[in-house]
């Protein structure tokens, strides 16, 4: 088994905190991919908006969820009693990607055959949609 990412939030306060505590670094991206793109200060105005930026934040958010890798009995065994479990894909697949969300009482999982990479990334995902979003 393997440990991606940093972020798993023990309660909907402590997920609060650390999707807070990226919306200064979300900004800088935001301004930094605008500058590399050569908007001027007018262009800038007008198409970085609040929405852009909250976009960014859940989306940094989201890429520092915790996802653990491993193999289909790994992750069954990884699943805390009283838990609800979501899994997304198939049973006939080796490996799962989960994450478990404390805040929630909830594991969110995808099953993935070769590219771990793209299941971690849209693991992270489906657990910011499925779990945070409401909560922060």
Sequence with gaps: METHGIFTPEDEAAAREQYESVGLSAQTVVKETAKAMDFDREEYGERVT????ETARDALFASLLSVTTGT?????NAIPDDFDVRVE???NVERAAWHVAPAAEIVVAATYHEKEAAAIATLQRIAF????RDIV
Excluded at 50 to 53: D, L, R
Aim: glycine letters at 12%; a negative charge.
């Design 89 to 91: 894909g198939s049973d």
């Design 129 to 132: 949609g499925r779990v945070y």
């Design 72 to 76: 289909r009995d790994e992750f069954e």
């Design 50 to 53: 609040s929405e852009v930026v």
